[in-house]
C-alpha cells in the first residue's frame, strides 16, 4: 500500500482517536476543508464541525470502504457509525444508531492534506435519528 493509499485510514482514524480534531501531522498549514452544505473551513473549523458530531454521537467511527489514489488526489468512500446518546446540533439524543455513507476527495502534497472536498448523506442522517421522515 503506498503512502497516499494508507493516508485516509490514518487520516480518520486519527479524528476518530481525536474525536474531532484533524492529526497535525498529516494536515497541510494551508488545509481547506469543504463539505457539501458547509461554509468553508481550515482546520480549526474543521476540528470544530468535527468536535459537533462526536458530541452527539460520542461512539462513531470511520469504516473506510474504498480508496482510489489518483496524484495528487485519494478519492475516499466511508461510512460513519455511531449512536446518537447525546444533543446534536440542538437535537436531543434519541438513541438511534446511525450509518452513513461519505466520499472524500484529498489533495496531498508531500505526505499532507491540503483540501478535502465532501459530501455525506445527511439526510440519511437527519431520517435516521427520526428529525425528518422516511
Known amino acids: 500500500m503506498t503512502a497516499n493509499a494508507s ?21 497541510a498549514s494551508s488545509y481547506r476543508a469543504e463539505i457539501v452544505g458547509f ?11 468535527g468536535r459537533a458530531f462526536y458530541a452527539g454521537f460520542p461512539d462513531i467511527y470511520h469504516t473506510i470502504d474504498e480508496v482510489i489514489v489518483g496524484q495528487p488526489h ?17 437535537i436531543p439524543a434519541t438513541r438511534r444508531p446511525i450509518t452513513v455513507s461519505a466520499v472524500v476527495i484529498l489533495t496531498v502534497e508531500d505526505g499532507k492534506v491540503t483540501h478535502l472536498r465532501g459530501i ?6 437527519m431520517r435516521q435519528i427520526g428529525v425528518v421522515a422516511s
Open 74 to 90: 485519494v478519492i475516499t468512500r466511508f461510512t460513519l457509525r455511531g449512536t446518537h446518546t447525546a444533543p446534536f446540533m440542538g
Open 39 to 49: 461554509p468553508p473551513m481550515d482546520a480549526a473549523a474543521h476540528a470544530d464541525f
Open 120 to 125: 455525506f448523506d445527511q439526510l440519511g442522517l
Open 7 to 27: 493516508l485516509p485510514h490514518r487520516f480518520f482514524k486519527g479524528q476518530d482517536d481525536l474525536k474531532g480534531p484533524l492529526p497535525a501531522d498529516l494536515v
